[in-house]
């Protein structure tokens, strides 16, 4: 596993008000038990419609710290037992939002 924090920012224009331009980024380290490895990945000006940081530096992220892990024989950690996924969100208890 790995821990990653995607963003998109938005660019401002020389008249200080925001220009329709982005900049998308995924930050990260692997293994998320025990990091090794950190690598941030940021994309200036996306192109083809897309510009959110999961839509487009997260696949350059993975692919690189693929390699990356592949190369060095780092081996996946151990995931849960058991048939249940785990998906943590970091949002605190009575913040908002649907339960």
């Known amino acids: 596993r ?5 963003g998109t920012a938005k660019k401002v224009g020389p008249d200080g008000k925001y220009v329709n331009r982005y900049i998308a980024y995924t930050a990260g380290v692997a293994p998320a038990s025990n990091p090794r490895f950190a690598l941030v990945v940021v994309i200036n000006d996306p192109q083809g419609g897309k510009y959110y940081g999961g839509a487009i530096s997260a696949p350059v992220f993975g692919a690189i710290m693929g390699g990356v ?7 996946p950690d151990a995931l849960p037992t058991g048939d249940k996924s785990e998906l943590v969100i970091n949002k605190k208890e009575g913040s908002g939002g649907r339960s």
Not at 2 to 6: E, F, Q, V
Not at 69 to 75: D, G, I, S, Y
Request: net charge positive; no cysteine.
């Open 69 to 75: 892990l592949r190369t060095m024989n780092v081996e």
């Open 2 to 6: 790995i821990a990653i924090k995607t």
